[in-house]
């Protein structure tokens, strides 16, 4: 763990340049065929972390090396640079960055 998934929107999939959005996998239980993880007891909730006009690379890195990570398993959602997919649901998720 922690990548257990990624979903990749980009239009062009060639490039490693890209906004990334990592959110806990269990997020996803609710969708049609996806797999189901469990939601582990945590003194803090994490909903989503974001970065923009990162690579792809970097994003990985940043999940693997945030402690807050390890023990959750990771959805990474890649989008365009540029495209800032967060900014669409900031009254939707907390965006801050919260120690698990």
Request: proline share 5%.
């Amino acid at each position: 763990m922690p990548i257990v998934n990624i979903v990749d929107r980009r239009t062009n999939k060639y490039d490693v340049n890209v906004d990334a959005v990592i959110e806990p996998a269990w997020h996803d239980n609710s969708i049609k065929d996806a797999t189901q993880f469990k939601k582990p007891k945590m003194k803090k909730e994490f909903y989503i972390d974001s970065l923009n006009k990162t690579t792809i690379e970097d994003a990985i890195n940043h999940i693997n090396d945030k402690q807050k990570y390890q023990d959750i398993p990771i959805t990474i959602f890649i989008y365009d640079a540029g495209s800032n997919p967060t900014l669409s649901c900031e009254d939707c998720f907390d965006l801050g960055e919260e120690d698990v």
